[in-house]
């Protein structure tokens, strides 16, 4: 992620000059719910070219890949 990826996203959060109290809080914690998901696709993508598959040991689990894993964290 480089720096106007940043100031995309945090723009996209609607953070401005002019936020004060519970809104700049608001929008900065959407802010930070946009840079988790950039940062965990981007992890998902480095899984994608690895191949690296995992086994869900639960009973009637299965096989899945490394970057499914990451992509469905909440």
């Known amino acids: 992620m480089d720096q106007s990826e940043i100031i995309r996203m945090a723009r996209e959060a609607g953070i401005g000059r002019t936020n004060t109290g519970m809104e700049f809080i608001e929008k900065l ?3 930070a719910a946009l840079v988790a998901e950039a940062t965990k696709e981007q992890c ?4 994608d070219g ?8 639960s009973e009637g689990g299965g096989a899945f890949t490394c970057a499914e894993a990451i992509r469905s964290m909440k």
Not at 44 to 47: E, H, L, M, N, T
Request: glycine share 6%; hydrophobic share 45%.
């Open 29 to 31: 914690e959407r802010f």
């Open 44 to 47: 998902a993508k480095v899984c």
């Open 50 to 57: 690895l191949g690296a598959t995992l086994l869900d040991d």
